[in-house]
């Protein structure tokens, strides 16, 4: 069975069929959002919060979410934009999180959130443009 977590998922409402499908997802609710343009998707048990589903799926669609976390791994929020997939730490409301020990902030995390923010500004002008 594995790890499972919740998980949301924003999308282009013309996908949000096929990429349910894709992801083999319990949706739970399945609407669209007038205010940004995006159809709103949610799982209670995602599977390790379908990291390699989502993988898979960002070579074909874009979208934007979060999972909460399990018992082997920790909370994300993530960004599948024009094939490329951004994910990072977050908190439990999907929050995206950067990381500060004794030894300061971590140029890690620093350098994926704002490659996450970027993607997630991109994507969310698309979804509210007048092409959409």
Do not use: I
Request: proline fraction near 3%; glycine fraction near 8%.
């Amino acid at each position: 069975m594995g790890d499972r977590c919740y998980l949301e998922l924003y999308c282009q409402a013309d996908q949000a069929k096929e990429l349910a499908q894709m992801l083999d997802l319990v949706v739970d609710e399945h609407q669209h959002d007038p205010a940004t343009g995006a159809t709103y998707l949610f799982a209670e048990q995602a599977n390790y919060g379908l990291y390699e589903p989502r993988l898979l799926a960002a070579t074909r669609f874009n979208f934007w979410g979060s999972h909460g976390d399990g018992a082997e791994y920790g909370a994300a929020a993530f960004v599948a934009l024009d094939g490329k997939h951004y994910d990072v730490r977050a908190d439990r409301d999907g929050t995206p999180l950067v990381a500060y020990t004794a030894n300061g902030v971590s140029e890690l995390d620093c350098a994926a959130a704002a490659e996450y923010h970027s993607a997630l500004a991109t994507l969310r002008a698309r979804c509210t443009g007048p092409a959409m």
